[in-house]
T-cell receptor, first 117, second 116 residues
Framework: AQKITQTQPGMFVQEKEAVTLDCTYD???????LFWYKQPSSGEMIFLIY??????QNATEGRYSLNFQKARKSANLVISASQLGDSAMYFC??????????????FGRGTQLTVWP | NAGVMQNPRHLVRRRGQEARLRCSPM?????VYWYRQLPEEGLKFMVY????????ESGMPKERFSAEFPKEGPSILRIQQVVRGDSAAYFC??????????????FGDGTRLSIL
């Protein structure tokens, strides 16, 4: 089974609007971390936001927030007030907290976000 | 720039040659991870190393691929006898502690490997 599922290959949003990028995950570990990365067309991977499995509150970092619904195993990224520079590929990733595979990140296939003026 | 440094940024090799990709982790980081990204796909884990130790190589192909992280110097991902299917972007990431699930991994800019 896929560890991370991103069901939206592409999303479009108008500048200054908010957008939600979906991510569901699959793990049996009680301790895990969820991450979002941005990959612009230049190719680098930029860390955006982190949510821990034991965190009581949703993570926020500036215009980025994570809608964490543990029972549904979803960790959707919300970008508020979209900017043209937000156009990029966005990856959801998970790191499990126990076991021999400690350390590795599991990535989804990504969502290509396009912000239009 | 104190970030993760990868070189070269682009590497072109002919089939059958060797490719060496280098990664210097962020200052203070002793854990290095290598990932491969095929076109239109997410990153796939290859190997996790600490200084002088391979911790997890479960994502590494059994043949032609090897990785090291010596006591001194950068981590090296080595691909012998490259084939067209090795064409991909190879990313290195580092973190200060390997085992904590809340530590983000910081990525380098990647090496784009093209096989002619």
């Amino acid at each position: 089974a896929q560890k991370i599922t991103q069901t939206q290959p592409g999303m479009f949003v108008q500048e200054k609007e908010a957008v939600t990028l979906d991510c569901t995950y699959d793990t049996s570990d009680p301790s895990y971390g969820l991450f979002w990365y941005k990959q612009p067309s230049s190719g680098e991977m930029i860390f955006l936001i982190y949510q821990g499995s034991y965190d009581q509150q949703n993570a926020t970092e500036g215009r980025y927030s994570l809608n964490f619904q543990k029972a549904r195993k979803s960790a959707n990224l919300v970008i508020s007030a979209s900017q043209l520079g937000d156009s990029a590929m966005y990856f959801c990733a998970m790191r499990e907290g126990e076991g021999s595979t400690l350390g590795r990140l599991y990535f989804g296939r990504g969502t290509q976000l396009t912000v239009w003026p | 720039n104190a970030g993760v440094m990868q070189n070269p940024r682009h590497l072109v090799r002919r089939r059958g040659q060797e490719a060496r990709l280098r990664c210097s982790p962020m200052k203070g980081h002793s854990h290095v991870y290598w990932y491969r990204q095929l076109p239109e796909e997410g990153l796939k884990f290859m190997v996790y190393l600490q200084k002088e130790n391979i911790i997890d190589e479960s994502g590494m192909p059994k043949e032609r691929f090897s990785a090291e992280f010596p006591k001194e110097g950068p981590s090296i991902l080595r691909i012998q006898q490259v084939v067209r299917g090795d064409s991909a972007a190879y990313f290195c990431a580092s973190s200060p502690t390997g085992g904590s699930s809340n530590q983000p991994q910081h990525f380098g800019d990647g090496t784009r490997l093209s096989i002619l």
